[in-house]
């Protein structure tokens, strides 16, 4: 079963910048949509921004502008790098894989394989 591991997460001040990671435990050809979503306390999980196999993105309105999801050639390693951040964008940070390339990107209920999360917080 392929794992999701991301890293990246801590603390920094409102305005900074946060780089997270997601690496595939290993080279696979069942992940192909990769996203982000995040969590905060009493919250519901929510959508962050997702990337194609073909590369094309997705992202919150809330955050479009400020973040920038991508992945490496290899297609093994997923980035998030979040400017600007709010202390709103705090929250546990999750990366999530689907099974195919064309579930609905937003969606938690489309990702199948899903990271342990990675803890952002922004201090005000």
Not at 26 to 38: A, I, L
Not at 39 to 46: I, V
Not at 51 to 58: F, L, P, V
Request: proline letters at 2%; a positive charge.
């Amino acid at each position: 079963q392929v794992q999701l591991v991301e890293s990246g997460g801590g603390l920094v001040s409102a305005g900074g910048s946060l780089r997270l990671s997601c690496v595939l435990s290993e080279r696979t050809f069942s992940v192909y949509t990769m996203g982000w979503f995040r969590q905060s306390p009493g919250k519901e999980r929510e959508f962050v921004a997702a990337i194609r196999w073909s590369r094309h993105t997705y992202y919150a309105d809330s955050v479009r502008g400020r973040f920038t999801i991508s992945r490496d050639s290899t297609k093994m390693t997923m980035f998030l790098e979040m400017n600007m951040l709010k202390p709103e964008d705090a929250g546990v940070y999750y990366c999530a894989g689907q099974k195919t390339d064309s579930g609905n990107p937003s969606s938690g209920n489309e990702y199948y394989y899903w990271g342990q999360g990675t803890q952002v917080t922004v201090s005000s």
